[in-house]
């Protein structure tokens, strides 16, 4: 069999999402879970971008020991320097140089010949190639782009020290038998003495991102690339969960294999959710809540005398573990930590555990059964620290004779001062995001508010997501906040989500369009 490698965009092209701010320590975490899943190479962001970006890069270079770490760069000679600054202590360093291909693209956003184009790939897939063993390229709106010419920019990088070749359907425009020809044409025509590795990157605008990806396989690809959850620009990417499990369930039609560990994919996937603010739809596909639910009765019926019947892939397969923890409020330290060490966390610090554990006792006092969730939700909240700066810490709350209520925050700065505000409001949500915007003393419009229960039953952890938007600069940005009490939670939420805010009118954060890969500054 055939073995397709898997390039992760998450913290690159997924971090493009409106609203995604991934702090260093969150791409760092996520990096090391996606090493955990079995991705061979991951696109740590775009270097010369913005210096958070840079040494976001650079401390995920320095970590990693088992899988490849690429830089996005333009066509730019700056770009690929600061690209090779921020790589060069990586174990198994890579550069991705791309520069768009199609005729709209050329006219409207380069304002270059097609003659000019293919001069700037052979010079700086040529000077790339000088500084990096492994040089991908990739055409930008490679499905828009003339066939013939295609083929004549892939084959000058090629020619100039390219060892990968990205086709990528920028916008969402082809078709799987379209993009599927369009492989076998590139694979049979491009000539090279050497090995060399075609992959798509597929975004979701027409919802055809899964089949197209997989038409690129069937088509000759070796590599894919994509986002965890399918997050990414607009419609966002190819969810690579999904082409991970596609390709095990359907073997038999596809012949490859790939290195991903599929246990894992649940708590990757849930990593991503939490760290983007972003909620995983109940319907998802491969690690929705409703993946693995059965309303109808003729499905519930066949299910329970054969899940063959109308489950093609098991809960097992991707992670999901349908047994609760024996834990509670009576279970021993020892006992916690072989759960979390059971459950893949083996990194987590004996200080982290420290703290996890302590939490987990708040928690067994609140709730009858704790879930492998329920703990999950509990490290992914201790081991990555909120936003830096001010953190949620108190909140107390009042009713009042007309109905209206009365919310106390307390919030703790950097050098662990407690400073608190007091609002009212005619609920207490309003009542805690009023003491929270006087407590920031910010412009912010709320945009979306949404809970999510971590668990089932009545006492369930609540997950809030929040999206706001900074009115000074209409920069969005989202964050999540996890606790027993809903309340707190959303205090938790919108505390993060200001501190966001906050770094940007500082300058700590630099407006997410000026991280848009384009190709001219």
């Known amino acids: 069999m055939r073995k397709i490698e898997f390039l992760d965009t998450t913290l690159r092209d997924g971090e493009q999402t409106p609203g995604v701010n991934f702090s260093i320590k969150e791409k760092v975490a996520i990096a090391k879970q996606l090493e955990k899943w079995g991705i061979s190479a991951i696109e740590a962001g775009f270097p010369a971008a913005s210096p958070d970006s840079f040494e976001a890069v650079k401390q995920i270079a320095n970590t990693l020991t ?11 000679k700056s770009d690929i320097d600061t690209a090779y600054e921020a790589l060069k202590d990586a174990k198994y360093p890579q550069v991705h140089v791309f520069i768009a291909t199609s005729p709209v693209h050329m006219q409207y956003k380069l304002k270059k010949t097609p003659e000019q184009v293919i001069a700037s790939i052979t010079e700086h897939v040529s000077y790339a190639k000088s500084l990096f063993e492994v040089v991908e390229f990739s055409p930008e709106d490679a499905t828009r782009t003339d066939k013939d010419f295609l083929l004549k920019a892939v084959q000058t990088a090629v020619d100039a020290g390219a060892t990968y070749i990205n086709i990528p359907d920028t916008v969402g425009f082809t078709t799987p038998s379209e993009y599927y020809h369009t492989f076998k044409f590139l694979i049979d025509e491009v000539k090279s003495d050497r090995e060399i590795i075609f992959s ?81 739809p109940k319907n998802k596909a491969v690690i929705g809540g409703n993946a693995f639910a059965h309303e109808s009765g003729i499905h519930q019926d066949g299910v329970l ?43 987590v610090t004996a200080d982290e555990l420290q703290v996890l ?64 505000t007091i609002a009212h409001g005619s609920g207490s949500v309003e009542a805690a995001f009023n003491a929270i915007d006087k407590f920031f003393n910010q412009t912010v419009k709320l945009s979306s508010y949404n809970i999510m229960a971590v668990t089932e039953g009545i006492d369930a952890q609540a997950e809030v997501h929040v999206t706001v938007e900074n009115i000074d600069t209409g920069t969005i940005f989202n964050a999540s906040g996890l606790d027993f009490d809903v309340l707190r939670a959303s205090a938790i939420a919108y505390s993060n989500a200001n501190t966001l805010v906050q770094r940007e009118n500082a300058g700590i954060i630099t407006k997410k369009i000026s991280e848009k890969a384009n190709p001219e500054g």
Do not use: W
């Open 66 to 76: 088992q899988t490849a770490v690429t830089g996005l760069a333009r066509a730019v």
């Open 200 to 280: 798509p990157h597929c975004h979701d605008d027409l919802g055809m991102a899964t089949a197209n990806t997989l038409a690129a396989i069937k088509g000759g690809a070796n590599r894919v690339e994509g986002t965890i959850n399918g997050i990414g620009e607009r419609a966002g990417n190819v969810a690579l969960e999904e082409v991970a499990v596609a390709l095990e369930i359907r073997k038999d039609y596809y012949q490859v294999s790939s290195d991903i560990v599929l246990n894992e994919t649940f708590t990757t996937s849930e990593l991503i959710s939490r760290f983007s603010g972003i909620p995983i």
């Open 305 to 347: 005398k054969n899940p063959e019947t109308y489950e093609i892939i098991t809960p097992e397969l991707v992670g999901v573990k349908k047994n609760s923890l024996p834990l509670g409020k009576l279970s021993g330290r020892h006992a916690f930590v072989e759960k979390v060490y059971e459950l893949g966390f083996d990194d």
């Open 357 to 420: 554990f302590a939490k987990f006792k708040t928690l067994a006092d609140k709730k009858h059964e704790i879930t492998d969730t329920d703990i999950r939700a509990l490290v992914a909240g201790t081991t990555v620290e909120n936003p830096e700066g001010f953190q949620f810490d108190h909140l107390s709350i009042a009713s009042n004779e007309d109905g209206t209520q009365t919310v106390t925050i307390s919030m703790r700065n950097e050098g662990d001062e407690v400073l608190t």
